[in-house]
């Protein structure tokens, strides 16, 4: 999603060192905020510099790259995204998939700071403009997807991901019993992110450069 705040769900209340209902040291906390406000300044101008022909080449790779990793996809509920901000563009591969058989899911929000649902998309579905103008289907009932592509702006070697900083996939991803696969450019790995207990690791990754990743579950 498109927000830059770091939120992880809630509002801090440094009186009980809560944060998004977790326990959190409130200087480690701003220390881990600062330093992920200044990565993900770093990594989008690093993206942005790819231009507009390593970004399609790079994103080819990472659909490629998918089609070999995710297996027969007949019968899947894959929530996917719709690229903003030179993010990874996956929409010929969300039309192969849905050709394929695949339910294909778009992310929607519906409530700020709370967890995202997930409304069917085809090509030629009513979309409309949604959160930060970001184009969602424009109707639909709720789908739980048994796949989750998220988009990676950083991913460090555990498998977290640096997003945008609104916080909306950690929130979703920990009420989902559901496959994530991280997907972003060749200039995104990071040493850590300073994981946080609000923080949902990835189990796999696939890159622009054409690596492919697992993570062990701790």
């Given amino acids: 999603m498109a927000e830059d705040d770091d939120r992880p769900g809630a509002p801090p209340c ?13 200087e480690t906390w701003r220390d881990v905020a600062r330093f992920r406000r200044a990565e993900r300044t770093r990594l989008y101008a690093a993206r942005t510099a790819l231009g507009v022909a390593g970004l ?20 899947r509920r894959i929530a996917v995204f719709w690229p903003i901000r030179a993010e990874p563009d996956l929409r010929d591969w969300m039309a192969e998939a849905d050709r394929a058989g695949a339910e294909m899911l778009l992310p929607v929000v519906v409530e700020k700071d709370a967890a995202l649902i997930f409304r ?48 909306y996939y950690d929130r979703t991803l920990a009420g989902l019993a559901a496959d994530v696969v991280g997907v972003g450019f060749s200039d995104c790995r990071i040493k850590t992110i300073f994981p946080q207990p609000w923080d949902i690791p990835m189990q796999r990754a696939m890159l622009g450069s054409g690596e492919r990743l697992e993570f062990p579950k701790s």
């Fill in 56 to 75: 399609r080449t790079q994103s080819a790779r990472i659909m490629a790259g998918l089609g070999e990793m995710l297996g027969p996809l007949a019968g």
């Fill in 14 to 26: 440094f009186q009980h060192e809560l944060i998004g209902g977790h326990p959190v040291d409130p």
């Fill in 120 to 167: 069917r998309w085809r090509p030629g579905v009513a979309m409309t403009r949604g959160q930060w103008n970001i184009p969602v289907p424009e109707t639909g009932a709720p789908i739980t997807p048994d796949l989750v592509i998220a988009p990676l702006l950083g991913l460090d070697g555990a498998g977290y991901r640096l997003g945008n900083g609104g916080g």
